[in-house]
């Protein structure tokens, strides 16, 4: 099989890239998103399902992917940041590569098939659980929805990111509502939707002496 120009120029800078550091691109099945003021790349064993990790990005593809994408596009000045590959949207899934940066030792450049599709309602939720998990420790006593949940329409104390600088988490009560709502689980106590007036829902604990005493 003949391989085209194209395709042989980004493998061979690519390959070279890997040379500098050998074994270190990873490949996965994720999403790329911004959150929080930071670019991540949130990876999926399955689609749909639990994520399994949270990478943080520099917001820029490696400079074999750069270099690459110049020649294709005939822009020399194209910018090397994965916000100009998708300008309409700052979430979107698909098979990415990744590897560690020279600048930055705690996060990662995009390598290869960095376009992607749009992301589902699920994986993008499930994408910023993770991350904003990942940021802060969650308190003693508290399970992660992404570990276990709740009995189904139990009333339980769950807790999710402050959006507020004097605290890192907010306390509510809410209830695990698959059944009502798939799309949207998790509901306040009056049946709304969490996520209408705050955050999704981190992790949660029984709290059944508390809320339903006899």
């Not at 698959?178 to 689980?185: G, L, M, Q, T, V």
């Given at each position: 099989m003949t391989v085209p120009n194209h395709a042989r120029r980004y493998f061979d800078a690519l390959r070279a890239a890997e040379a500098i550091n050998p074994g270190a691109l990873r490949h996965c099945y994720g999403i790329v998103l911004h959150h929080r003021r930071q670019w991540w790349l949130v990876e999926f064993a399955e689609l749909d399902q639990t994520p399994i990790a949270a990478h943080r990005l520099t917001g820029s593809m490696t400079p074999a992917?750069?270099?690459?994408?110049?020649?294709?596009t005939g822009d020399p000045r194209l910018s090397a940041n994965i916000s100009g590959l998708r300008p309409d949207t700052k979430c979107w899934s698909g098979?990415?590569?990744?590897?560690?940066?020279?600048?930055?030792?705690?996060?990662?450049?995009?390598?290869?098939?960095?376009?992607?599709?749009?992301?589902?309602?699920?994986?993008?939720?499930l994408a910023r659980t993770l991350i904003d998990g990942s940021v802060n420790d969650l308190p003693a006593g508290f399970t992660s929805v992404?570990?276990?949940?709740?009995?189904?329409?139990?009333?339980?104390?769950?807790?999710r990111s402050s959006g507020y600088v004097c605290a890192t988490f907010e306390l509510l009560t809410a209830?695990?509502?698959?059944?009502?709502?798939?799309?949207?689980?998790?509901?306040?106590?009056?049946?709304?939707?969490?996520?209408?007036?705050g955050s999704d829902i981190l992790a949660w604990r029984p709290a059944r002496d508390w809320l339903m005493p006899n």
């Open positions: 992917m750069t270099d690459w994408l110049r020649r294709e098979e990415f590569s990744r590897l560690p940066s020279s600048e930055d030792p705690n996060a990662f450049d995009i390598d290869a098939h960095p376009w992607g599709s749009d992301a589902g309602e699920l994986e993008t939720r992404l570990s276990a949940l709740p009995e189904n329409d139990e009333p339980v104390l769950a807790i209830r695990y509502m698959p059944d009502y709502r798939p799309r949207s689980p998790w509901r306040d106590i009056s049946g709304d939707a969490v996520s209408d007036s």
